[in-house]
């Protein structure tokens, strides 16, 4: 069972974990088919599991792809506020190594996971501003991202 409730019919709480995934000064994004919002890859943590192992397991669903070395790097508490919902999320980032021989680095253009329903694209970082990236925070701390050495925790509000 994730770890996703709700409050009332319009505010929820989630807590995710994300992989930070570079490779060749390109970033790994994942939208869903039916949206222009790109996101790092991930998903929500099931109970009694870590935030890590999430993440080890999303990666393996989603690309067949088994992780070892990964740095808790951004810890994110996100607050989302549209016309008809509230969403308070709190966000795991892991800096995430990947073999440079896996067959994930090789793709070029969009390219479909293991999962249903979405579209992966390495994304150059000199190009984040030219896509719809959310959440809103993930682009500028991107661009200043040089290791894993600290973590860095940011509070963002967005009314959209």
């Known amino acids: 069972?994730?770890?996703?409730?709700?409050?009332?019919?319009?505010?929820?709480f989630h807590l995710r974990?994300?992989?930070i995934i570079k490779q060749n000064g390109k970033v790994l994004?994942?939208?869903p088919v039916n949206s222009e919002n790109w996101f790092l890859p991930g998903g929500r943590v099931e109970h009694f599991e870590s935030?890590?192992?999430?993440?080890?397991?999303e990666l393996i669903e989603e690309f067949n792809l088994k992780v070892d070395h990964m740095n808790l790097c951004w810890v994110v508490e996100y607050f989302l506020e549209t016309e008809n919902k509230k969403i308070q999320e709190l966000g795991m980032h892991y800096l995430v190594e990947i073999p440079e021989d896996h067959k994930l680095v090789n793709?070029?253009?969009?390219?479909?996971?293991?999962?249903?329903?979405?579209?992966?694209?390495?994304?150059?970082?000199?190009?984040?501003d030219k896509y719809k990236i959310v959440p809103e925070f993930v682009v500028p701390q991107?661009?200043?991202?040089?290791?894993s050495r600290g973590i860095e925790h940011t509070v963002l509000s967005v009314i959209r």
């Not at 935030?51 to 397991?57: H, S």
């Not at 793709?107 to 984040?128: A, P, Q, S």
């Not at 991107?142 to 290791?147: E, I, R, S, T, V």
């Open 51 to 57: 935030t890590e192992e999430t993440l080890k397991r």
């Open 29 to 31: 994004f994942q939208r």
């Open 17 to 19: 974990s994300a992989a």
């Open 107 to 128: 793709y070029e253009n969009e390219f479909k996971g293991m999962e249903e329903g979405y579209v992966h694209k390495w994304i150059e970082i000199d190009e984040l």
């Open 1 to 12: 069972m994730m770890i996703k409730f709700s409050i009332k019919n319009d505010r929820s």
């Open 142 to 147: 991107l661009q200043k991202l040089q290791d």
